[in-house]
């Protein structure tokens, strides 16, 4: 069946590092793919999204890429800041409604 | 700005206590979701409505039931709450997509932490 695999947590890393958050996804067709974060207290929002293989989908300076061939959609930003502190969740969809979410990534940026 | 609103951000019930979580979007989505989330296991979805009285189950609907009576309102209910339905509930809408471009965002609420006791 139609899965999300995303890296487990936490990672701890000093303002101004770079990050990467890997995602794998297994899925019949070509679902869209998402990254949604959920900042302390709140609910998720939408980060960013891509919709077919090769697209690129950025957001606050983070960026992710639609890999067919390694069915992988990797999270990456250049420098990170202390206000990233949060949990991330890569996420498909097929159908019209059916989403699937990994487990999430906690990410904790320290000053 | 967009919105996705439950009513409690926290509750506190006994075993055995009926549970109402309340949910309402007012971006007139015509689907609407309730997922649970526990720490090392994601999202799951309960259930899932597509339009007014109309609902279908998720993943682990067992122990709950829904109520979707006007379209921007649907109601997550714990019949008898039991301590392994201590947990955040979310609840999401979306716009649904015409065919072939499922592309849909989730809008989230802050969720609803339920302890059950």
């Known amino acids: 069946g139609n899965s999300v695999t995303q890296m487990e947590g936490p990672v701890t890393l000093s303002e101004e590092a770079f990050l990467t958050i890997n995602c794998t996804y297994t899925?019949?067709?070509?679902?869209?793919l998402f990254w949604y974060v959920q900042y302390p207290g709140e609910g998720l929002q939408l980060l960013l999204k891509?919709?077919?293989?090769?697209d690129k989908g950025s957001n606050k300076g983070f960026e992710a890429t639609y890999r067919k061939e390694t069915t992988s959609f990797h999270l990456e930003k250049g420098s990170v800041q202390v206000s990233d502190s949060a949990v991330y969740f890569c996420?498909?969809?097929?159908?019209?409604?059916?989403?699937?979410f990994g487990t999430g990534t906690r990410l904790k940026v320290l000053a | 700005d967009v919105k996705v609103t439950q009513s409690s951000r926290y509750l506190v019930k006994r075993t055995g206590e009926k549970v109402f979580l309340e949910c309402v979007q007012d971006?007139?989505?015509?689907?609407m979701f309730w997922y649970r989330q526990d720490p090392g296991l994601g999202l799951r979805l309960i259930y899932f409505?597509?339009?007014?009285?109309?609902?279908e189950k998720g993943d682990i609907p067992e122990g709950y039931s829904v109520s979707r009576e006007k379209k921007e309102r649907f109601s997550l209910i714990l019949e008898s709450a039991s301590t392994n339905q201590t947990s955040m509930y979310l609840c999401?809408?979306?716009?649904?997509?015409?065919?072939?471009?499922?592309?849909?965002?989730?809008?989230f609420g802050e969720g609803s932490r339920l302890t059950v006791l």
């Open positions: 999401a809408s979306s716009s649904p997509e015409l065919a072939g471009s499922n592309t849909g965002e989730l809008f």
């Open positions: 899925a019949t067709g070509y679902p869209s």
């Open positions: 891509a919709t077919k293989a090769d």
């Open positions: 996420a498909l969809i097929w159908g019209t409604y059916k989403y699937i």
């Open positions: 971006m007139d989505h015509e689907n």
């Open positions: 409505s597509y339009d007014v009285k109309m609902k």
